[in-house]
């Protein structure tokens, strides 16, 4: 099993629409996880962090995290098409440090 | 610094040589890691430090490949007689669980 697994994709959603990625970690001691948005050619971006159950918001995106089920998701809401890229979840077990585990990202495409 | 910088951005380089792929984190990053990343695939982790030590260097390659972190700031990958499968982008991420973690730009390695 893979430490961290993310929907396979590629994910093709119409402009507008809601956009579901979803990730699930094997280490249950894990601590805080990030998405992060890659564009081809670019380096990753940070564009969210969760530690605690539930949800969290910033602008149109929305991480959820449900450590019972060592599940997090993140929501794009109202998607464009510049959020075509490949979106990869992190995992890191420590509250201050430790080893960031990525998964392989999945790739969306938000067409017109 | 404003980010995370890497140099050289773009290394060529023959078979059997040796190179030097440097990471200068941004102020107060306590936790470096260093990932590989080859065309079209994920993110491989190599190697992280916590201030200068290095709790998890389990994926690092082969004993050609070394790295190091001084003053707990700038850290050099290096990688002894490159072969060709060693041609990648190589990325640093530096950063806190507690605020997420920034990448630099990456070095291009092409061994020819």
């Known amino acids: 099993q893979k430490e961290v697994e993310q929907n396979s994709g590629p994910l093709s959603v119409p402009e507008g629409a809601i956009a579901s990625l979803n990730c699930t970690y094997s280490d249950r001691g894990s601590q805080s996880f990030f998405w992060y948005r890659q564009y081809s050619g670019k380096s990753p971006e940070l564009i969210m962090f969760i530690y605690s159950n539930g949800d969290k918001e910033d602008g149109r995106f929305t991480a959820q995290l449900n450590k019972a089920s060592q599940y997090v998701s993140l929501l794009i809401r109202d998607s464009q098409p510049s959020d075509s890229a490949t979106y990869l979840c992190a995992v890191i077990r420590g509250t201050s440090y430790g080893k960031l585990t990525f998964g392989q990202g999945t790739i969306l495409t938000v067409h017109p | 610094g404003a980010g995370v910088s890497q140099s050289p951005s773009n290394k060529v380089t023959e078979k059997g040589k040796d190179v030097e792929l440097r990471c200068d984190p941004i102020?107060?990053?306590?936790?470096l890691y260093w990932y590989r990343q080859s065309l079209g695939q994920g993110l491989e982790f190599l190697i992280y430090?916590?201030?200068?030590?290095?709790?998890?260097k389990s994926g690092l390659p082969s004993d050609r490949f070394s790295a190091e972190r001084t003053g707990g700031s700038v850290s050099t990958l290096t990688i002894q007689r490159t072969q060709q499968e060693d041609s990648a982008v190589y990325l640093c991420a530096g950063g806190a669980s507690y605020y997420g973690y920034t990448f630099g730009s990456g070095t291009r390695l092409t061994v020819v």
């Open positions: 430090f916590q201030g200068n030590s290095a709790p998890d």
């Open positions: 102020s107060g990053h306590t936790a």
